[in-house]
């Protein structure tokens, strides 16, 4: 059994409102993460996706870079709760894409490097060193935590895109 949710699209209000943290790691927040983990795997090409996105308003984010060509850290398969970043290096641009936004990808300045502290899904606490594409890829979710969408960061006016649209032939 699936707990696959849909994902909420813009201008949906709760995209834009940040999320509250959580008190504690209960069955609610365990089923939480079941839920994110589950929305990412089906849809075939996320590498995250943050609660606010399927419409629930809590500090919440799954993620997994395995195997994407721009991946320097990894570290697999995971999921945090209230997640805070203590420090970061670097920057670079990077065109950005998002499931909430589906039909616009963006440029998008972000860290190269960072440490970031949350709660794993055992409620222990986690401290990660990410790089490259995690680093991006983390601080896209950790974002849509705050109320924002990569469309909020884009570098410049002109630097959103529509999608591109590969079809089999």
Sequence with gaps: ????????????????????????????????????????????????????????????????????????????????????????????????GCMSVPDLTGDVARATAMVVEGLGLDGEQRRLEVDAFEARAMQHEIDHLDGLLFVDRVVAPGRVFPRRVYRAE
Aim: charged residues 20%; hydrophobic residues 45%.
């Design 1 to 96: 059994m699936t707990l696959a949710r849909p994902v909420l699209h813009l201008p949906h209000p709760v995209l834009s409102r940040p999320a509250a943290a959580l008190e504690d790691i209960d069955r609610k927040a365990v089923d939480l993460a079941h839920a994110l983990l589950d929305t990412m795997r089906s849809s075939g090409h996320s590498v995250g996706v943050a609660a606010p996105q399927i419409g629930v308003s809590l500090r919440a984010f799954c993620l997994d870079v395995t195997g994407h060509r721009r991946a320097r850290s990894c570290h697999g398969e995971l999921v945090l709760f209230n997640p805070v970043i203590i420090e970061h290096s670097g920057s670079e641009i990077g065109r950005e």
